[in-house]
């Protein structure tokens, strides 16, 4: 099994260690790339064994037919990870097309 994420992704978290520590969501960068950090082996970590639900069709703009699972990060905050989920080989591959927060896209779940 592998865990692959298009490269709007992996630009997307790491413009977010920029995005939380400016809006002083953290006192010191090195926190905020660590929470992404974290974030990001959690998901490649665990995301096989999340309860994935159907993506709503407002999230097809990121790819047809995808799955989504949730991260609980702290109190107010979830991620939810996009992804779909092919078979290369006899082996499973989830490829990450999406992540955002509740704070974000809670409305559209």
Request: no cysteine; proline share 4%.
């Amino acid at each position: 099994m592998k865990i692959i994420a298009l490269p709007e992704v992996e630009q997307y978290l790491e413009d977010l260690k920029i995005i939380l520590f400016e809006k002083e969501y953290f006192g010191f960068e090195e926190s905020a790339q660590k929470y992404v950090d974290d974030l990001f082996f959690d998901i490649k970590t665990n995301l096989p064994n999340k309860l994935k639900r159907p993506a709503p069709s407002y999230f097809d703009r990121y790819g047809k037919k995808m799955y989504y699972a949730a991260f609980k990060k702290n109190k107010r905050t979830s991620w939810y990870t996009f992804f779909r989920i092919y078979e290369v080989n006899g082996e499973q591959i989830y490829q990450i097309r999406y992540i955002a927060n509740n704070h974000t896209i809670a409305q559209y779940l």
